[in-house]
């Protein structure tokens, strides 16, 4: 497995890829499946894959895929989908916040392995049997709201299927959190720190509930953002890690940085995001991801997820055979104004650093001026937004004017967003 392939001298070239080949890493049957895909069959064939002996020299040299070039086909069902529309049980939207989605149809037994990936990230980061386990991701045709919720039902926890704001206001989930003894919160952490702020402005701190654990996904968690997450509920954090095209694949323990991903479900590799070649391990570069159980309908090779990572081995936890993925940011995030470049991730942990601050989107018009939409703690709106103006000035040397808005703007403005969208490009739409 890549576990103790890991452990190797980073100095050899090839430390991630056991000599024995793709097959001896549970990819036989990926690779089997790909062939019934036309698109993926000639990659394959390009390649020189031999399925009867498959080599890493030959897996290596499968181009990658990327979601643009699945977007662009004029037939995705009849290029990439093997599994005859009798056994489709459910469809899963893609995640990404840009372009146009993809769906994607799912078996029996794609979703079995899926539940069994979302389980075992749960445990991971903490989720028990005695839990009550609020859901406030959207329940819908992406898949993550309902997979956490039934795969906290199959640990044993007690399930409130809560869903999004627009599914049941935020004021009855900040109810309902301390009516119900909610001890496991499980949401985008915009909306985490949304339903803080909402407690707080009512008298009602959620740090002096019962909630000792807050699981979040699908958007990237920062320190800064984790630090407030944690103080407003007064609740640690663990992030949990995965994509549609794939299924949960990585959950933060708590004791190491990053996540630990398990090998059974998908097979990673980082790659140098000119070349596409791998990188030494350690290093930082692209992932590439094979899912190895959840290819029954869409048979993924080599997908190129848009994520900037490292991969690392080595912790202290129950979950130390697994290798651990540590994030640097998304290879697409920044907004790019009058030739300056201002990163997403970047702009985040900054302005999440102002501690008045509470929620924020960024805009960038289509005459091209930044605006920052901001929610500030009572009586520090007028403080926050010189601040804010002030951080882009001297981070990014761009002038940000600043729009001060109620609580709870920002996240009804992003309510129905897969990912919320907190940094806009308004230009892209003229």
Not at 404 to 411: L, S
């Amino acid at each position: 497995m890549l576990w103790p392939v890991l452990q190797a001298q980073a100095s050899e070239p090839d430390a991630r890829y056991p000599g024995a080949g793709p097959a001896a890493v549970g990819l036989g049957d990926t690779l089997v499946r790909a062939t019934r895909s036309p698109f993926f069959a000639e990659r394959l064939r390009v390649a020189g894959v031999d399925l009867a002996e498959p080599t890493w020299d030959r897996w290596r040299a499968i181009r990658p895929t990327s979601k643009e070039e699945l977007r662009a086909l004029a037939d995705f069902d009849g290029e990439v989908v093997i599994a005859p529309r009798a056994e489709v049980v459910e469809f899963w939207r893609s995640g990404g916040v840009t372009g146009r989605p993809l769906y994607y149809p799912r078996t029996a037994a794609d979703l079995a392995h899926a539940k069994s990936s979302f389980r075992l990230g749960l445990e991971i980061a903490g989720v028990t049997a005695s839990d009550t386990l609020m859901v406030s991701f959207p329940f819908g045709i992406h898949p993550v709201g309902q997979m956490v919720a039934r795969a906290a039902e199959a640990i044993g926890a007690a399930v409130v299927w809560a869903g999004a704001g627009s599914q049941l206001p935020s004021a009855a989930q900040v109810e309902l959190i301390g009516e119900l003894g909610v001890t496991v919160w499980c949401g985008m952490p915009s909306f985490g720190l949304h339903l803080a702020n909402a407690a707080e402005a009512a008298g009602a701190p959620l740090a002096d509930r019962d909630v000792r654990l807050l699981v979040t996904s699908a958007e990237v968690v920062s320190a800064p953002k984790r630090s407030l997450l944690q103080r407003l509920w007064g609740a640690e954090v663990r992030d949990i890690f995965g994509m549609t095209e794939c299924t949960l694949m990585g959950a933060e323990c708590g004791r190491a940085e990053g996540l630990h991903v398990w090998t059974e479900s998908s097979f990673c590799e980082v790659l140098d995001p000119d070349t596409l070649e791998p990188v030494p391990v350690g290093e930082t570069g692209t992932l590439c991801v094979t899912p190895k159980r959840t290819t029954h309908a869409t048979p993924f090779v080599r997908w190129l997820s848009g994520d900037l990572v490292r991969l690392e081995a080595g912790c202290d936890c129950a979950y130390s055979r697994y290798p651990r993925i540590v994030h640097s940011g998304r290879t697409a995030g920044f907004l790019k104004l009058r030739g300056v470049n201002i990163g997403h991730r970047e702009a985040e942990e900054a302005l999440y650093s102002i501690e008045t601050l509470r929620d924020f989107r960024v805009l960038v018009t289509p005459d091209d001026r930044l605006i920052v939409e901001l929610e500030a703690v009572s009586g520090g709106e007028d403080a926050t937004a010189e601040r804010v103006r002030r951080l882009f000035a001297d981070t990014f040397g761009v002038r940000a004017d600043t729009r001060v808005v109620g609580r709870g703007t920002v996240v009804e403005a992003t309510a129905g967003q897969v990912k919320a969208q907190r940094f806009v490009d308004e230009r892209a739409s003229v």
